[in-house]
């Protein structure tokens, strides 16, 4: 047990937890720690910190360092999915957030049969992210649904350049188009934008420099 990483993550957090009332929400939003590239100490620290879930990025790593034992706290995958990683995060992975594309709810409907997932909504087109178009959504939803899945909400990421409020017309058009669907989850917002996401009606964030520090590279595993 790590007690000097446990006090940093309970001090982060509270200030996260100060930035999300700052931006008007409430206790209700939910805060999703981001653990990729940082070890299953990170996991610990984050769950004995009062979260119940992770988010991971990378298959390969997902398997890694959460694979073969039962964990207390919920993984969330939160990364651009290949089918072909469907069959390996199956046994760890409890909600999978980026589905975008018919493909991916045939391999989970078949692989993983009723996951919970979100629809990962493209609200600012850009490319290399992933995400369904905004007009795509709603028959993603009914396709995801169709297929037996449990369709909990909606995800996006905001854009790369301009600043926080560069992501506000995203959000605000995800937001809206999760009202019209009636659905329960809304992931928006990351550690340099989450509260222009709370401001536009976010029900979860997703922060993980904010709570663990500077993140290693991508295949630095941090033990």
């Given at each position: 047990?790590?007690?000097?990483?446990?006090?940093?993550?309970?001090?982060?957090?509270?200030?996260?937890?100060?930035?999300?009332?700052?931006?008007?929400?409430?206790?209700?939003?939910?805060?999703?720690?981001?653990?990729?590239?940082?070890?299953?100490?990170?996991?610990?620290?984050?769950?004995?910190?009062?979260?119940?879930?992770?988010?991971?990025?990378?298959?390969?790593?997902?398997?890694?360092?959460?694979?073969?034992?039962?964990?207390?706290?919920?993984?969330?995958?939160?990364?651009?999915?290949?089918?072909?990683?469907?069959?390996?995060?199956?046994?760890?992975?409890?909600?999978?957030?980026?589905?975008?594309?018919?493909?991916?709810?045939?391999?989970l409907a078949t692989r993983v049969p009723g996951a919970?997932?979100?629809?990962?909504?493209?609200?600012?087109?850009?490319?290399?992210?992933?995400?369904?178009?905004?007009?795509?959504?709603?028959?993603?939803?009914?396709?995801?649904?169709?297929?037996?899945?449990?369709?909990?909400?909606?995800?996006?990421?905001?854009?790369?350049?301009?600043?926080?409020?560069?992501?506000?017309?995203?959000?605000?058009?995800?937001?809206?188009?999760?009202?019209?669907?009636?659905?329960?989850?809304?992931?928006?917002?990351?550690?340099?934008?989450?509260?222009?996401?709370?401001?536009?009606?976010?029900?979860?964030?997703?922060?993980?420099?904010?709570?663990?520090?500077?993140?290693?590279?991508?295949g630095t595993l941090v033990r």
């Amino acid at each position: 047990m790590s007690a000097p990483l446990d006090a940093l993550v309970v001090e982060r957090l509270q200030q996260v937890r100060e930035r999300i009332t700052r931006a008007g929400g409430g206790a209700d939003v939910a805060v999703l720690p981001v653990t990729k590239t940082f070890g299953v100490e990170a996991c610990w620290a984050a769950h004995r910190a009062g979260l119940t879930a992770v988010g991971e990025n990378y298959a390969q790593e997902v398997v890694a360092k959460l694979g073969g034992a039962p964990w207390p706290f919920a993984v969330h995958f939160i990364g651009q999915l290949q089918t072909n990683k469907v069959r390996m995060l199956a046994p760890i992975v409890s909600v999978y957030e980026t589905v975008d594309r018919p493909s991916l709810v045939r391999e989970l409907a078949t692989r993983v049969p009723g996951a919970r997932v979100l629809v990962q909504v493209s609200a600012m087109g850009e490319s290399g992210k992933g995400g369904c178009p905004l007009l795509d959504v709603p028959a993603l939803v009914d396709t995801a649904r169709a297929a037996g899945l449990d369709v909990l909400g909606l995800m996006t990421v905001g854009p790369t350049d301009g600043g926080p409020e560069a992501a506000r017309p995203g959000f605000r058009a995800t937001r809206a188009l999760w009202e019209r669907l009636q659905l329960a989850v809304l992931s928006m917002g990351m550690t340099d934008d989450l509260e222009v996401a709370v401001q536009e009606g976010t029900t979860q964030v997703r922060v993980g420099s904010a709570l663990f520090g500077p993140r290693p590279p991508a295949g630095t595993l941090v033990r």
